[in-house]
């Protein structure tokens, strides 16, 4: 708990000065309203029976006029430049967060929500950072009016003073039980608003998909399933709420109504002078105000612990796949790949998909993997540039374990082409350019050519610099293979991965593509997951690939003359 505190107190650490400047000007207004009504209490009390009280009472109301422009910029400091605080502490946990996700492996997502993960990013951290910036100026506002206040009136009638703070051990008590309920159902709240992001981010990211089967109503059912299950975690945060808020309301007022009767009785058997009584109900005010900043406060706590435990769960979890230390960087790659006893299986799944599989590639060798669905083709190709680890065994490149590799060379020195091809929604020009951040728009516009991408693109509306919208949704499924191509002929690794990349296109596409991944194919490693056979017959090497490993390996011809797991795969298609 002491390191959580710790850890949460550190993101002040850049922004002290604002963070001083915004106490110091919460001081200064809690300090103006203690003492605008001890200057009623000295008009009303002396002021009034001096022989000339008119000129005394206009220089007062000029000060008081003064504390009220001073308590205007105090007010409007704390409001904008504390914000400016809280905004900036946003900024730094968004950009931790962002870049902890970037670091953790594809096991993770396997398993995650993108609309939970993107709650985590927005209204989670916005609520701390509304902790960070309201939760310690409203305290120390409220401790210097509460103690100020008690201090002035216990000055004033030690015993009305006692009578006002008798009910303050009885709301400490109110709010300490009601706070520990609230704390769990603000927290419920918080699970449940991240299902239904990540409802929302599911449903509208296949929305293609819900109108080709007319199942709008479907989603819709889904989603108001979740969204009630969110109005009865509410329903239950705001019962404490109300509770909570109701109940220390009631005690407050109750305040003014004891301090009231009791100042009247004093006030009859002349124990005190009515303008006592007019300040004490002023303090009173002054006193129950900051209570009630305190009840906002709890909220606001609430909102902002749970939403930074959310944030600290993420942080927590360790990116399972990351550099070892001391690892080597990659220079001069040759693409010589080997499996040494490769064994393989999922997280939260024990059964093998790849099974003590050995495998020597050869620098420039174009190998085609075959095989029924499951066999572990993808598998395989997943665990060279290390977005799963192995198991058992080793990845040798070059002779080098992978794991001792740089992950951020590995990857640059391997090129991936997927069926599923996900373009980014910015224009053609910087989809093509996330191949090499640094290209130039010449070397874009060569790679493109180089794609066979070009001529299509210069028939768009406008060129290179054509929004492709999300996804990629304005283009078909032949052009946004060619870009992603493209982007792997700009980037220009020395190892290829092709996961299925011609089998959702049409003949005609296809053709085009293959071409494509022929001639960036040349003088490099090249893997191929092979879906359509026909794709692959002019492959120096073909590996039939099953969950007993590696079944069969040769040519189209070879493996067609043994008449065995391959020729059935082909003739079968």
């Not at 002491?2 to 604002?18: D, M």
């Not at 049409?506 to 194919?521: F, G, Y």
Request: aromatic fraction near 10%.
């Amino acid at each position: 708990m002491e390191h959580k505190w710790k850890r949460l107190i550190s993101y002040y650490k850049p922004y002290q000065g604002l963070f001083w400047s915004d106490m110091l000007f919460a001081i200064m207004g809690a300090g103006v309203t203690l003492a605008i009504p001890l200057i009623v209490r000295y008009i009303t009390n002396e002021v009034v029976y001096m022989p000339e009280p008119l000129k005394m009472i206009l220089t007062l109301g000029a000060v008081m006029l003064g504390l009220v422009v001073l308590e205007f910029v105090c007010n409007f400091y704390i409001a904008y430049y504390g914000h400016i605080m809280g905004a900036n502490i946003e900024h730094d946990m968004r950009n931790e967060i962002f870049s902890h996700y970037q670091k953790l492996s594809f096991a993770f997502y396997d398993n995650q929500k993108v609309g939970q993960l993107l709650s985590r990013v927005t209204s989670d951290l916005f609520d701390i950072s509304e902790l960070l910036h309201h939760g310690p100026e409203d305290l120390l506002i409220s401790v210097i009016k509460i103690v100020g206040s008690l201090i002035i009136l216990v000055s004033i009638n030690p015993f009305l003073a006692l009578a006002a703070f008798a009910l303050v051990p009885v709301m400490a008590v109110y709010a300490f039980f009601m706070n520990k309920k609230m704390k769990k159902a603000f927290k419920e709240n918080r699970a449940r608003i991240a299902d239904i992001n990540g409802q929302i981010e599911d449903s509208l990211s296949g929305i293609r998909v819900v109108k080709s089967f007319a199942n709008e109503e479907v989603e819709m059912e889904k989603f108001k399933k979740g969204n009630s299950r969110f109005v009865e975690s509410k329903k239950r945060s705001y019962w404490y709420m109300g509770s909570y808020n109701s109940g220390l309301g009631a005690l407050t007022t109750l305040i003014t109504i004891v301090v009231l009767v009791v100042g009247a009785v004093l006030i009859t058997g002349k124990g005190m002078p009515v303008a006592d009584l007019i300040t004490f109900l002023l303090y009173i005010n002054n006193f129950t105000e900051p209570v009630k900043k305190l009840i906002n406060f709890t909220e606001q706590f609430q909102n902002g612990y749970s939403g930074y435990e959310r944030f600290l769960e993420i942080l927590a979890i360790e990116p399972d796949i990351a550099d070892v230390p001391g690892a080597d960087s990659l220079k001069d790659v040759k693409g010589d790949v080997e499996f040494e006893n490769v064994s393989f299986h999922y997280e939260d799944n024990k059964e093998k998909v790849l099974n003590h599989v050995n495998l020597k590639v050869r620098s420039g060798e174009y190998l085609a993997l075959v095989g029924s669905s499951g066999g572990g083709k993808t598998t395989l190709c997943s665990l060279i540039p290390r977005f799963y680890d192995v198991v058992e065994g080793r990845i040798l490149l070059d002779g080098t374990d992978i794991r001792r590799i740089q992950l951020k060379d590995l990857r640059d020195h391997i090129g991936i082409v997927q069926q599923d091809v996900y373009l980014f929604a910015e224009n053609i020009m910087e989809n093509i350019r996330y191949g090499k951040p640094d290209a130039t728009d010449e070397e874009v516009i060569v790679a493109a050519k180089r794609a066979n991408a070009h001529d299509f693109i210069m028939s768009l509306p406008d060129g290179y610099l054509t929004d492709i919208g999300q996804r990629g949704a304005k283009l078909s499924g032949g052009q946004k293979q060619r870009l992603s191509i493209a982007r792997v002929f700009l980037k220009n690794p020395p190892i290829l991965i092709f996961d299925e990349a011609t089998s959702a296109l049409d003949n005609e596409s296809e053709k085009i593509v293959q071409e494509s991944l022929e001639e960036l194919a040349k003088d490099r490693t090249t893997f191929v997951i092979a879906h359509r056979l026909s794709t692959i017959r002019n492959a120096e090497r073909i590996l039939v690939l099953t969950e007993n490993g590696i079944e069969e390996e040769g040519t189209h011809a070879e493996l067609l003359a043994k008449d065995g797991a391959y020729a059935k795969l082909y003739k079968g298609r």
